[in-house]
Each structure stands twice: as structure tokens, then as C-alpha cells.
Antibody
Framework: QITLKESGPTLVKPTQTLTLTCTFS??????????VGWIRQPPEKALEWLAL???????RYRPSLESRLTITKDTSKNQVVLTMTNMDPVDTATYYC??????????????WGQGTLVTVSS | SYELTQPPSVSVSPGQTASITCSGE??????ACWYQQRPGQSPVLVIY???KRPSGIPERFSGSNSGNTATLTISGTQAMDEADYYC?????????FGGGTKLTVL
């Protein structure tokens, strides 16, 4: 049974760096084909993909945010960490981590965490 | 950058068929998937690789993808299907979501 759970601060100040942790179970990020992604959703708005990390440490980022994002993994702890620098009120959103469905050549997310709401405000 | 366009809203009567479209340049050459998101909940994958249903997803959900348009079809729509639906694809090593469609069952 695959589960994922996001953790991190609920409130950050503008210009600060956000660090979110995704702790998962039911799969290993050292298994070929496995990947974990981060997706966010501002209040009442659409889903927005942020980053993806593969089992082989290959990483992909949303082009418009690439300079602000870093995704890393700790296979021994079953965790994926996302950092986003220079936070702004427009970054207020629910942040999700999700597991990539392995049995497809495309990137599709078959399991999602519950999400964590991050508010950016002074 | 690649974009996916969905209608903001679709309405359907209970028991009828709902169709939600997702448009993008040569989308038919890529794989599309669909997520359902009920209020206050995380997204749930309902269709992947254009036409496949994950286990546990009712047969009334089906998908197609050709040309520039992917379509999610819900046959015999039920009240519980009222939700936001998002299409998603993979292009140039990036994940792209559509803007979402609110399905109202009335």
C-alpha cells in the first residue's frame, strides 16, 4: 500500500526559503522507474506541477520556477525534499507530493499525499 | 511552453453522458491522463495513457485522445461524479496540467 505525506511550515514570510518534506511508504525510490513529484494548487486555482525526481537522481523542474526550486531524495529515509527560495504571497498554495505510475512511458501520478497548505505572509 | 486548454465548466443531468475536453497542439501524439478532485480532497487518477482505468475506477469513466483533443467521458453520470477534472500530459520532460473543468451534475 503506497502512502505519501507532506510536512513543513504552514506559514512563511516573504523572501524566506520554504522546505517541504514528503515521507512515503509502500515503495522504494531506488527501484527502476520510480519517481516522486511535487505539485501545488493555489486556493481555488488549478494544479501546477513543480518538480520531479527519479530513482536514478535525474531531476526535472517547472521551467518558470527552475531557478528557485531544488528537489532531493533520501532513499534510506524514504523522503523527498523540495526547497523553494524567495517565497512570495503568490506562492500561497496547497503543496502535494505524488508517486509516479511506473507502468506507463508517460509521467502520471497514481498516488497523492493529502497536501499541506503553505501561506506566505508577513 | 506547452499548454492544455479545458472548458471551465460542464453541466450534465444525472444518468446522462458528460464529456470533458482537453486541447493541446498535437496532443494525440502524447499520452494524456485525467484526475478527479472533489472539494477539499487530493486529486485521484481516473484515466491514464489515454484510455486506461486504474483499478477501482468505475467503468463509466473512459478516455480518448486523437488529433489535438483528449476527451474524458462519464457515462451514466452520478451525483458523486460532481468534481473538478484536470487533464495532464508530459511534454519536453515537463509535466503539464490543464486549467481544470468543474463538472456540475444537476
Amino acid at each position: 500500500q503506497i502512502t505519501l505525506k507532506e510536512s513543513g511550515p504552514t506559514l512563511v514570510k516573504p523572501t524566506q526559503t520554504l522546505t517541504l518534506t514528503c515521507t512515503f511508504s509502500g515503495f522504494s525510490l531506488s527501484t527502476t522507474g520510480v519517481a516522486v513529484g511535487w505539485i501545488r494548487q493555489p486556493p481555488e486555482k488549478a494544479l501546477e506541477w513543480l518538480a520531479l525526481i527519479y530513482w536514478n537522481d535525474d531531476k526535472r523542474y517547472r521551467p518558470s520556477l527552475e531557478s528557485r526550486l531544488t528537489i532531493t531524495k533520501d532513499t534510506s529515509k524514504n523522503q523527498v525534499v523540495l526547497t523553494m527560495t524567495n517565497m512570495d504571497p503568490v506562492d500561497t498554495a496547497t503543496y502535494y507530493c505524488a508517486h509516479r505510475l511506473v507502468d506507463t512511458p508517460a509521467v502520471t501520478f497514481d498516488y497523492w499525499g493529502q497536501g499541506t497548505l503553505v501561506t506566505v505572509s508577513s | 511552453s506547452y499548454e492544455l486548454t479545458q472548458p471551465p465548466s460542464v453541466s450534465v443531468s444525472p444518468g446522462q453522458t458528460a464529456s470533458i475536453t482537453c486541447s493541446g497542439e498535437k496532443l494525440g501524439d502524447k499520452f494524456a491522463c485525467w484526475y478527479q478532485q472533489r472539494p477539499g480532497q487530493s486529486p485521484v487518477l481516473v484515466i491514464y495513457q489515454d484510455t486506461k482505468r486504474p483499478s477501482g475506477i468505475p467503468e463509466r469513466f473512459s478516455g480518448s485522445n486523437s488529433g489535438n483533443t483528449a476527451t474524458l467521458t462519464i457515462s451514466g453520470t452520478q451525483a458523486m461524479d460532481e468534481a473538478d477534472y484536470y487533464c495532464q500530459t508530459w511534454d519536453s520532460s515537463t509535466v503539464v496540467f490543464g486549467g481544470g473543468t468543474k463538472l456540475t451534475v444537476l
